[in-house]
Structures are given as C-alpha cells and as structure tokens.
C-alpha cells in the first residue's frame, strides 16, 4: 500500500506517464487538471494587443501596476463587501506565490499551521518548507467536508500559528456560509491565529449558492488570496492577488522584489482587462462551467449507478472508491487507471484523505463523456 511519504512520487508518476503517452500520439482522457479548457477572453487578447502595439514592455513596479492594484482592491470590495485599499493589495505571479511569500514571512521552525483535511496540495508542503508543522483537521463527507468549529477547538494548541481556510474547497467544492465562516473566524482570533483565506474559486459557485469572503468578516490577521486562474479561465496568464494587513503587504513586496521581481507586465495588461470586464468574464466561466458540471454528475451516475451530489462550486467532484467496488488504494488504482486506460485521476491521499479520487470536469463536453464511457469500459475489463 501507497503511503502519504510515497504519495508525492506516485502523483508525479501519473503526470509523466500521461505526458509521455500524449507525447506519443495516445488519446489521453485528462479529470486531474485543474484547468478551466477555455480560451482567454476576446476582451483580455484585444485589450493586451492594444497595450502591446502602445507600450513598452519594461519592468512593472514590484507590487504590480497601481492601476492594477486599484481595480482588484475595487473588484474586490464590490463584489464580496470588503474594505480594501491599493496599500493593502499585492499583484503576484499567481495564488500559489503568494502564499509561499505570505508562509515564507509568518512561519517560523515549529509553528503549527492548521490545515482542514481535504486539502489542496501544497498546503502541507509549503509549510514544511519553512519548518513548520501541519497539523491536519479532519472534515466528513456527510457534514459536506466543512470544519466544524468544534475540531478547530480541538486541535489548538500553544504552537498553533496560521489557520488556512480553502474556501471554496478544492478537491471537494465546499462553500461556507457566512454564519459558518464566523463562527470559525472568531474561534481563531480568539486563539490569536493568522488566517491564510484561499478564495481562488470565488466566481465560480453554481446554482442559487452564494460566496462570502473572510475578509468581509475579519480585518487584522487575515490574509485573502485571490487569483485570474481560476475565476476568468486564466491560468496561463500566472496572476494572483494579496489582500491583507499593510504591513504584511510590504514586506511581501519586499520579499517578492528579491525574488521574481513581480509577474509579467503583459500578464497584468491582461489581469486588467479581466478585472475591467469581470462580471461578463466570470458568468461566461461559470455557466460553461456548470454546463460542464451537470453534465458530468449526470453521465458518472448513470453510467455508475451513483449518488454523487452536484459541488457547489470548484471544478471537481470528490469521489469514493466504493463506488467502484475496489480495494486498491487510490493511488494505485488511479496509476492503474493511467496504465490500463489513459485515464488520469488525482488519488484521495494527495489531498490526505484515502479511498477517494479527485476528478475535474473542466473539459469540453465532449471529451468528458468520452472519458467517462472509457472509465466504465476499463472497470469492466
């Protein structure tokens, strides 16, 4: 059995093998990206070739373009009734950085950093990194894999430093309510916690759901990572947002200017024009989406005789092994998949939880009933 210290490699494995399998001609079925497979807006192209025909490409300043800034504190505060300012807004080469710049600054050797489980990747990794310790709290599929405030309180202790809160959820699309969200927010300040808010899907929430932010709750020790990727289907394009606490915004400039020096300055163009069209990009994204979703839930449970729940929001659907009636663990059983069928999952230990994989439904309609159809076949066979 695959363990959590041997789940990294056996990730990467699945990702080399279906490069290499692409690479070589094969028909790849790919539910592990976690990719919007969208083109860029016709707005955010024509507004960077106009930039690009008019302007010179030099270095932007390290915390990125003031008008940048201005228009993502704006896009921001209009849409998820927060109060932030230029000062409190950093412009980086996606989300991800900015969390390790924000980690980077704030843990120390030792540190507790507590990190709901399910949880993206990289949490646990960024913190070990710097020497810290995650410290996992455990969430269920039948409170729909939110924190309860109850094992927030559970797992304090007098090393705990930093909360981060993924919300909405990747791999699950958990989406807290605001009631939920304060009454976590207010157990953590309590305990004098950093709260890291990763609100990266916050546009892409389906059906009647709604989307509050940590930062409309809290205004000291919070930190709200927001990002183009995901929201405007701009993952190429490397733009994430910091909004946070002045302080902790300069000295991430600070460290970003001794390290990447800031993200593109065509990149932010881009970033721009998203921001400046965000209403009619982000419900382009998010009905495809869940035309995307729907469709997938619907061909999975007839094809599997499932239940699964539609997510209400996120790319993702969280799905237990039993349904397959398999006892591999899920790394084996998505390397299995790969093997045997060009089938490429995200297995459940990647994100800490075991019996589970994660697949998205981020590609075009027709590729994820193709894909859908070939799992059913290689289960059979």
């Known amino acids: 059995m695959m363990t959590t210290e041997t789940m990294a490699s056996a990730t990467v494995a699945i990702n ?37 025909d008019s302007e010179l490409i030099l270095y932007p300043p ?16 209009q849409r998820y009734n927060c109060s932030y300012k230029e ?5 980086a080469a996606g989300g991800k950085f900015v969390i390790f710049a924000a980690m980077q600054l704030l843990v120390q050797e ?13 949490y646990p990794q960024i913190t070990r990194i710097f020497k810290g310790r995650p410290i996992l709290l455990p ?81 000291e020790k919070m930190l709200v990572v927001q990002s183009c990727s995901k929201n405007f289907a701009m993952t190429g394009w ?27 300055i065509v990149s932010q163009w881009a970033a721009l024009a998203a921001l400046k069209n965000h209403s009619e990009i982000a419900h382009f994204v ?6 995307r979703r ?12 499932g239940n699964l729940e539609k997510p209400a929001s996120a790319l993702y659907v969280y799905i237990p092994l039993s349904i397959f009636q398999k006892s591999l663990d899920s790394a084996e059983f998505c390397m299995e998949l790969m093997t045997k069928a060009n089938i490429a999952c995200v297995p459940g230990i990647a994100f800490g939880t075991e019996g589970y994989l994660r697949m998205a439904f981020s590609e075009k309609e027709e590729v994820l009933t193709e894909g859908l159809i070939a799992l059913r076949k290689a289960l059979k066979s």
């Open 139 to 219: 969430t269920h599929a039948q409170n729909r894999w939110k924190l309860t405030p109850q094992t927030l309180k559970a797992h304090l202790s007098n090393r705990s430093k930093i909360l981060i809160l993924n919300n909405a959820g990747n791999p699950t699309g958990t989406l807290y309510q605001k009631e939920e969200l304060r009454a976590l927010l207010k157990i953590a300040n309590e305990a004098g916690l950093f709260i890291i808010s990763d609100e990266v899907y916050s546009e892409i929430v389906y059906d009647d759901h709604q989307f509050f932010s940590g930062g409309e709750l809290v205004k």
């Open 16 to 52: 080399s093998m279906a490069l290499l399998k692409k690479e070589r001609g094969e028909k790849i079925y790919n539910f592990a990206a976690g990719d919007p497979i969208l083109p860029s807006h016709p707005k955010v192209i024509e507004s960077v070739a106009r930039a690009m």
């Open 87 to 91: 000062e409190n807004t950093l412009v």
């Open 286 to 291: 998010r009905s495809t989406m869940q035309k």
């Open 294 to 305: 729907d469709l997938f839930i619907d061909t999975f449970n007839t094809l599997f005789n």
């Open 110 to 122: 030792g540190d507790e950093v507590l990190i709901p489980s399910p949880y993206w990747v990289s």
């Open 238 to 264: 490397r733009i994430g947002f910091a909004f946070g606490p002045e302080d902790l915004i300069k000295a991430m400039t600070a460290l970003q200017g001794q390290s990447t020096t800031g993200p593109s």
């Open 62 to 77: 390290v915390a990125g373009l003031q008008n940048l800034r201005r228009a993502a504190s704006q896009w921001i505060n």
